[in-house]
């Protein structure tokens, strides 16, 4: 992946994950319904090409995007 074509609200749930918030604690925090941040989740997952949050999170982290 290169760049980060993740949208601003994408990337601040990562940030939140990789917090180690659950999808029911950014909903709350965000203000958007649990299916919201599960459908941005999985999204995020298919843009940067990963199978896990776990697998994008070291790589953010890794290329210092998070």
């Known amino acids: 992946m ?3 074509p993740l ?3 994408e990337l601040e ?3 939140l994950v990789a917090e180690g918030h659950t999808s029911e604690q950014i909903s709350e925090k ?3 319904s649990v299916f919201t941040v599960n459908t941005h989740r999985r999204n995020t997952l298919k843009k940067a ?3 896990t949050i776990s697998d ?6 890794a290329r210092r995007l998070i």
């Open 2 to 4: 290169l760049g980060n």
């Open 49 to 51: 090409g990963f199978n």
């Open 13 to 15: 749930i990562v940030k």
């Open 30 to 32: 965000l203000f958007l």
């Open 56 to 61: 994008l999170i070291y790589d953010f982290q």
């Open 7 to 9: 949208s601003d609200r």
